[in-house]
């Protein structure tokens, strides 16, 4: 089985076979969004040609559906696509649980019951999307109630919180329900970290009283193929946030971070080593203001690679951007 990621500025919401999941990032679309999973992530694009991109997981080969819980998924060849919305306003908050922690750790329960019922237990690459991630409600920045309800569940599923955790995101919209996709195997990834920097499960209390629950980097398998999944990387080195206040400067900051994680993961890969001009990107810049030095500073460092541009809020409030990648290899096993 080949998966295929693709991405698209026209309308492709008919299906024309092996559609596992995706995304649609932008405006939300006039005509009709696909049947299969399809992670709707509604922030404005910078830089692009339609209001809305397509991104699209196709396998060739026949794919099972269902939904569960609230989870819509699609499954093939030892893979599971699925995405989760919630509601914030179903669950109820108490003094010492926000609804947001709340609906966290119950998305992240019915996902791991998902697979373990659905026989694809390794979770490989996490996409969380929660509205105004930086306020704070209840003396707890809404970034730091969503870390804790999600490493409950990491924990109350047996499943650690450190060392093999998934590949992730976790990125701020205007408003929406909390949205998160998750990408899931017959088989375990393995994590990459990125000496640089302290890995997440390990950041100091600082950063809030439950740790994010994330790899930097993860490698999955299919029988034939080598799939990276860049989490998102941000200009932090060691557990701090450099560059404050300077959007060209964190960009090289966020970049140095990726170069770091492709080197490690050119020691743990079975296949060529991941070169940055191969990959497919997804950047998210705080302030649309920004965008303009970014698009060029990344030019000079990436060249022609795919990026899409995505105006959205990062999980630290010095945070400017975000930067996440992936892509595929064939493996010669045959
Ligand atoms: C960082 O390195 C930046 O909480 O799932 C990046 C990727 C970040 C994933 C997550 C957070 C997450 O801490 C923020």
Known sequence: MVLQFLSSQSVVSRETGGELGGALVGEPPNG??????????????????????????RVDMPVMSGHCEGIVWRKAGGLLFGVIELDEADFKA?????????????????IFRLLDTEQVPHLWRVWNYLAEINLDT???????????G????????????????????????????????????ETPAA????????????YPADYGPRSPTFSRAALA??????????????????????????AVGQCREAMANIEAVLAESKRQCRSQPFE????????????????????????????????????????RQDLLLEIEAMASHTLGNR
């Open 150 to 185: 999600r490493q409950d569940a990491f924990l109350e599923f047996h499943r650690g919180a450190t060392g093999n955790v998934p590949a992730a995101c976790a990125i701020g919209l205007v408003g929406g329900p909390l949205s998160i996709a998750f990408m899931a195997g």
């Open 276 to 315: 940055l001009g191969e990959l497919s990107y997804r950047v998210y810049v705080r302030q649309a203001g920004d965008f303009p030095a970014i698009r060029e500073t990344l030019a000079l460092l990436i060249g022609q690679a795919e990026i899409v541009y995505v105006q959205a809020d990062i999980c």
């Open 138 to 148: 209840q003396g707890l920045e809404r970034y730091r109630q969503f870390n804790i």
């Open 191 to 202: 994590p990459v970290e990125n000496p640089r920097q302290v890995s997440a499960y390990n």
């Open 221 to 246: 398998y299919l029988p034939d193929q080598e799939l990276l999944f860049i989490s998102g990387t941000a200009s932090i080195v060691g557990h701090q946030t450099v560059h404050p206040g300077d």
């Open 94 to 110: 108490s003094p010492d649980c926000s609804s947001l922690q709340a609906a966290s750790a119950e998305a992240y329960r019915r």
């Open 32 to 57: 009709a969004i696909p049947v299969w999973p399809v992670q709707r992530i509604f922030a404005p694009l910078l830089g692009a040609t339609s209001a809305v991109v397509h991104e699209t997981w």
